[in-house]
């Protein structure tokens, strides 16, 4: 086994064709029992649910080359918690949670020479997904789905990596108050394109959603959840039950608790109080955790303090934690990292 010859430093968020992906079927009422194949091409009727009603949940997650070259997935089991949610609340038959990380073992270990070097900043990024492929035209759930896993090795998600980027304020709107804003299914997705193609023609990396009620709270971006860090020095997270419950923002928060000893207040957001505040971050498994430097809406702009040529002091260090901690030179919690055997 030789590792695959990219440029792994300059490899990119985008996706490439790896050798294998996963697949397993709903059909007549219970998964089959899934298998690798070559082909990363699917096959659906014109009418399939996904096609028409967009029936479809996915997941994130990478797998990582430690030094002595074993590789190591972070946190599968809570990718495996979430898919199965989100597949309940699209009427979707859910992916049992262990068949789902002992899935994941296999790509990974199927697709080895594809995940980055040691030290390369690159991983092997994993898509999970499911999607309605029984034919509807009413609307209603399909009655046969499939589950894949594909692989694809990334750099990092926004340009520039750990330096600061500037977001802006969305006039659209994420997710609804109990719509699927909490859920990760690519409907919210295909909502936010819109606004990303304004936002990234007008020069800013991301949207920043504020709560669609009352379009005074924070909410989070098209692909990451938002943290401050308030005038105390307190780790600042915004509570919602229609934000993604990002499974980075909760290591954060537990590597801000117990490695780094911070105060975190996880709370209803004001958008009013982010220009009081002296750090922002993004985090998510594509985006891990990219310094934000400037925050406009409309006429406002707020540029806060750790400014545009590196993070701040807290964001770096959650950063080097999380990162140390993924990349095996910082000792986990228990259960954090699954090794591929
Ligand atoms: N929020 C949104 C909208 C996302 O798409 C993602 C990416 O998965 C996240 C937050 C971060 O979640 P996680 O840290 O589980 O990847
Ligand atoms: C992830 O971080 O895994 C996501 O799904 C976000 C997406 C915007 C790439």
């Known amino acids: 086994m030789a590792k695959k010859d990219l440029d792994w430093g300059n490899i990119g968020f985008q996706y490439r064709v790896t050798d294998k992906r996963y697949v397993s079927e709903w059909k007549g009422g219970e998964w089959d029992e899934g298998r690798l194949t070559d082909d990363p091409n699917v096959v659906l009727n014109e009418s399939a649910g996904i096609l028409q009603y ?3 949940v996915f997941e994130g997650l990478k797998a990582y080359t430690w030094e002595d070259g074993s590789i190591v997935c972070f946190r599968p089991d809570m990718n495996a918690e979430r898919i199965f949610n989100s597949a309940k609340r699209m009427e979707m038959p859910p992916f049992p949670k262990e068949r789902f990380v002992r899935a994941v073992e296999e790509v990974v270990r199927a697709n080895a020479d594809w995940v980055p070097p040691f030290g390369s900043g690159a991983t092997l990024y994993l898509r999970p997904y499911e999607f309605a492929t029984g034919v509807v035209i009413g609307v209603k759930p399909a009655d046969e789905y499939q589950f894949r896993i594909f692989a694809t090795p990334v750099g990092p998600y926004y340009k520039g990596g750990a330096t600061p980027i500037s977001i802006i304020v969305s006039d659209f709107d994420r ?9 990760k299914a690519g409907l919210n997705y295909a909502m936010s394109l819109h ?4 936002a990234h023609t007008a020069g800013y990396a991301e949207n920043l959603y504020l709560d669609a009620a009352s379009r005074s709270y924070v909410e989070e971006t098209g692909g990451s959840n938002a943290i401050f860090v308030d005038g ?5 997270i915004p509570k919602s039950d229609s934000i993604l419950p990002s499974i980075t923002r909760r290591s954060i928060v537990y590597v801000a608790e117990h490695y780094l000893h911070l105060k975190v207040d ?7 109080e982010v220009k009081g505040f002296k750090e922002c971050g993004l985090c998510g498994t594509a985006a891990v955790l990219s310094p934000v430097g400037r925050i406009v809406n409309h006429d406002e ?4 303090p750790s400014g545009m040529e590196k993070a701040g002091k807290v964001m770096g260090e959650l950063y080097n934690t999380l990162t140390g901690i993924q990349s095996g030179k910082i000792e986990a919690p228990e259960g954090w990292i699954h090794v591929i055997r």
């Open 54 to 56: 967009c029936q479809q």
């Open 175 to 183: 997710a609804a108050p109990h719509g699927t804003g909490a859920v």
């Open 195 to 198: 606004s990303s193609v304004l």
């Open 232 to 236: 105390e020095g307190t780790l600042v």
């Open 266 to 272: 996880e709370r209803p957001v004001l958008f009013d």
């Open 301 to 304: 702009v707020i540029n806060f």
